[in-house]
């Protein structure tokens, strides 16, 4: 292999080491670490829904298509939700997901008046087909079906 190709199955180990070690920190990750078995990996994986409900638990559903097997993950999220989002369509392949702690942000003036605390995780969906973007919120637990 060259130098270029060995480097990006590098950054690929690197990042799906990273993606189990974050799931593993919440409530049902380490199962869907476990699920996944060798290779956590989201890529080629649908966005099904992403529900925002200030009454119940907002979510994030991902369908898992894999030729051996598959499965709906669903991300339960809550605390104040940010959420960046493109290409919405009848077909959401995602390229892959990120859960990354994120940096602080700022705080506007309107949203200290309604306590504001902005969400311990950030959500990068990749581009594939259809939907992108990120979403930051606390998430509660991850399901699997």
């Keep these: 292999m060259t130098a270029p190709i060995e480097d990006a199955f590098m950054v690929q180990a690197r990042e799906r080491h990273q993606l189990a070690a974050a799931l593993a920190q919440v409530a049902g990750g380490f199962e869907l670490v476990e699920w996944f078995g060798d290779v956590t990996d989201f890529g080629d994986s649908e966005v099904v829904r992403l529900t925002l409900d200030?009454?119940?638990?907002?979510?994030?559903?991902?369908?898992?298509?894999w030729p051996t097997k598959s499965a709906v993950v669903t991300f339960e999220l809550s605390a104040w939700i940010d959420v960046t989002l493109r290409g919405f369509s009848h077909q959401n392949v995602i390229g892959g997901l990120k859960l990354l702690r994120p940096a602080d942000r700022e705080v506007d003036l309107w949203e200290q008046g309604v306590g504001v605390e902005?969400?311990?995780?950030?959500?990068?969906?990749?581009?594939?087909?259809g939907a992108c973007g990120s979403i930051r919120a606390n998430i509660e637990r991850i399901l699997i079906r």
């Design 54 to 65: 200030r009454q119940g638990p907002s979510e994030l559903v991902i369908a898992l298509n």
């Design 118 to 129: 902005p969400g311990q995780w950030m959500i990068e969906l990749s581009p594939c087909f």
